[in-house]
């Protein structure tokens, strides 16, 4: 019974869709060529002058349409980029993102990995650059990361194109149900009060139904401009419930709730690399690794 139940519960489609998100710089646009060769086609995001980058590849007879998201460092909707990138994971609910991190700068980009797995279980880590990492004495259990996030993480160099098999492999694994994610659910600390008041509160607005209810929670009492617009147009009165919670989380926690969200997301990352990675003292980066730099540059 338990095998059949299996069997119905794993999702086997010929065409998956991919998204990649990233931050600038860790590689992410390489890792998008790599995967789709000449298969690409480039558009505009709707009503945006930004490039929306499209590609296909095939793998053992499934086709993966992978976007290329906008780089950003965070969800936070600051930005066009930002907007872009959380609107395509809850509007087109793609069955993978794949959440490209810089293996030299783990601590920093991880925080977007976070936010998108407060979004999305459906999630793939790829920690790139881990060749230039090991040459800098950087050892990271990628495994143990794996296991206190709940969703697969896998090393790759785009550059050199490493792991690139694996990564896809892992994408398949996710979208057709034989890797088991979870969702990710950070402890606020004192703010969680507060966060199941807001659930309370924005429960009943229909213009808020596409997100996930504690996602948008946490993000009101952070204070989503783009999330506090569409109340303003929808739900105004539930807008002004949103205020008055805050107001009073920010009275009796003694801080700007924004700033305990981010500080309580960067201790958990800090909890995780010092966990996972190991650092060990080595020579400054050689003349050939600098020539590689450059030489392998797409």
């Avoid at 991190?101 to 999305?120: C, G, H, P, R």
């Avoid at 459906?122 to 495994?143: E, F, L, P, Q, S």
Wanted: glycine share 6%; aromatic share 6%; charged share 30%.
């Amino acid at each position: 019974m338990r095998r059949e139940c299996t069997l119905r519960c794993l999702v086997v489609r010929k065409e998956y869709k991919v998204a990649l998100a990233g931050s600038p710089n860790v590689g992410k646009s390489t890792l998008f060529n790599v995967l789709t060769g000449s298969k690409q086609h480039v558009g505009n995001w709707p009503g945006k002058t930004i490039e929306r980058y499209e590609g296909m590849l095939v793998h053992h007879g499934k086709t993966l349409r992978v976007v290329d998201l906008p780089g950003t460092y965070s969800l936070s909707a600051v930005s066009d980029e930002e907007v872009i990138a959380r609107e395509f994971i809850v509007n087109e609910k793609p069955d993978v993102v794949v959440v490209i991190v810089n293996a030299l700068e783990l601590q920093t980009s991880l925080y977007l990995a976070l936010q998108v797995m407060e979004l999305t279980d459906k999630v793939v880590i790829a920690v790139n650059k881990i060749d230039a990492a090991a040459k800098r004495g950087i050892h990271i259990r990628v495994a143990e990361i794996s296991r206190r996030l709940g969703v697969p993480v896998i090393e790759t160099s785009a550059l050199r194109k490493q792991g690139i098999h694996d990564l896809v492999e892992r994408i398949l694994d996710v979208a057709e149900g034989r890797a088991a994610t979870k969702p990710l659910r950070l402890r606020y600390g004192g703010a969680e009060y507060y966060i199941k008041e807001l659930e309370s509160v924005v429960r009943t607005c229909e213009a808020l139904k596409k997100y996930p209810l504690r996602w948008v929670a946490i993000r009101l009492l952070e204070g989503d401009s783009d999330l506090e617009a569409r109340l303003s147009k929808e739900c105004p009165r539930i807008l002004g419930e949103v205020k008055k919670v805050r107001a009073k989380a920010e009275e009796e926690l003694g801080s700007v709730a924004g700033i305990i969200m981010v500080s309580k997301r960067y201790e958990f990352i800090t909890e995780i690399y010092d966990k996972c990675v190991a650092s060990e003292r080595v020579a400054t980066p050689t003349f050939t690794e600098k020539l590689d730099s450059i030489m392998l540059h797409p």
